[in-house]
């Protein structure tokens, strides 16, 4: 299973970005899919999460409000939406596919990653 991230970049605080991950083959459709990023000298964090079908998301206490996950499962791919950005979402940020039909909020829950698309946010 290989994941693709894209959609990062520069921008302003108060902009905004989509980051698009798509995924390999469909076994991500019964899976669910979770964002994290990694700021320099910090520990990859969790983003945010959603189910397989795309009826449940869940968020970072963070970035709640700003940011929105969505999925096309018929087209292996997973969205982050984050408005209203600021100087501290600086990092990059990975996509990754669930060991289960949920997500979750744990490194540990995720079994395959892609390699990341980075996001600066200028004050």
């Known amino acids: 299973v290989q994941l693709q991230a894209s959609g990062g970049g520069l921008v302003q605080a108060g902009g905004s970005l989509r980051l698009s991950c798509v995924v390999s083959?469909?076994?991500?459709?019964?899976?669910?899919m979770g964002w994290f990023r990694q700021a320099p000298g910090k520990d990859r964090e969790f983003v945010g999460s959603?189910?397989?079908?795309?009826?449940?998301?869940i968020y970072a206490d963070n970035v709640q409000g700003r940011f929105t996950i969505s999925r096309d499962n018929a087209k292996n791919t997973v969205y982050l939406q984050m408005n209203n950005l600021k100087p501290e979402d600086t990092a990059v940020y990975y996509c990754?596919?669930?060991?289960?039909?949920?997500?979750?909020?744990?490194?540990?829950?995720?079994?395959?990653w892609g390699q990341g698309t980075e996001v600066t946010v200028s004050s």
């Open positions: 990754a596919v669930s060991r289960s039909s949920y997500g979750g909020r744990e490194v540990s829950a995720y079994n395959y």
């Open positions: 083959r469909r076994t991500s459709s019964n899976n669910g």
């Open positions: 959603i189910n397989w079908r795309g009826s449940s998301t």
